[in-house]
Structures are given as structure tokens and as C-alpha cells.
């Protein structure tokens, strides 16, 4: 949910009293602890130059820039037993590496205290000119590993045509230990 829709939803169910909205970067503006749960759907395009990105999808040359941080820091913020939920590009690589030195999701979760819970599946079409098609050269280049979907649903290699192929952003649910 866009921020924009979270806010009309809390002002239609009347409940703008239990929330506080904080506006900033990452965890900066936050002076509290002990959270139950982080939901976090942030940046993570790998794109390489600074002038080629929009501040919507850059997530540095790598795509991980924000998403390490906030997997760092959320192991400070949440209570023990705490939830972790994030939305993320498949191909930056989940359970195994999508590049031989760039460590995937489950290795930074497990070396942050987290555990993988559940994954629910979410499915996004390369748009012609969209971000993703944009920063194909340079995510192939990245994860050279890494695979998108065919309309069947099929694994595709990221050197074939993407053009109207899937990209899989599962919703990732892991676990404070
Ligand atoms: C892929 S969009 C997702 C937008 C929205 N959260 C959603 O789920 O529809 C990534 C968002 O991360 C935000 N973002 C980028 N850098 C950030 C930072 N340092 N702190 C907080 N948000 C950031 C961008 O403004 C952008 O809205």
C-alpha cells in the first residue's frame, strides 16, 4: 500500500488517533525500539549512476543500499520475536545467490538474527521502458544468475528476451530469533 493510501484509509476507519506518522530517512526520524513488526517495501533497482536514477527505484549499483540497512537495523528496532516483512526483486537473489559474491536475502537475514517464515508471491510484468526494463544491461551484468517468468510461469534466463516477461517480488516474512 502507497503511503498516500495507508493515510486515507486511517482518516475513512477514523483510527488517525492511533497512529504517528515520522518523516525521514529510513530509521532517522525513530527514538523508539521496541517495534513488533517493520514492513518495508523500499528502493532497490540496481542502477549504476546516480543520473540515471529516480529516487522511486535506486537502490544503488547493487540494489541492496537501503534494504542491507534496513535489514541491519530493524534487528535493533524489533522486540525479540519481532516480524521483518519485505518486498523484494527476486533477482537480487532470496534463498540462493543470483551472483557468486553477492550475498542473498537469507544469508543477510541470518547473519542479522532472522529467520524465513513465509513468502507470498507477487507477480510484476516488465513494462516496455518501465524501471526494471530500463535497468536490464545493468542487472545482467549484477546477477548474471538471476531468472524472470514466462507467461506460463516458467523460469526464463535473464539473457533471454525479457520483454513481456514476469519479474517475481515476493512479499518475504522472517522472524526475529
Ligand atoms: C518501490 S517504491 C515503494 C513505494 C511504497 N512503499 C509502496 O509500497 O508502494 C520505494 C520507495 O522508497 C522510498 N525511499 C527511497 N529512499 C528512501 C529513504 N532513504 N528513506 C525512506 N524512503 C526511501 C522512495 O521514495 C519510494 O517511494
Redesign the pocket.
Known sequence: ???S?LGKQILINSISQRFKNNL???F?PINFQNFDLIM??????PIDRISQAT?????GFDGWL?LD?IIRKSSFFLVRGGYLVL?IFDFLGIHERTSKSIPCLQERLEINGFRILDEYSYYKKVRKNGQTYRAIQQIKKIYPLATFYNFNNERISISENIEEAFVYLPCIISKKK
Open positions: 500500500m502507497d503511503t493510501d525521514g530517512s529510513l532517522e518495508s517495501n523500499v528502493a532497490q533497482m529516487f522511486h527505484d535506486h537502490g537501503y540497512d518486498m
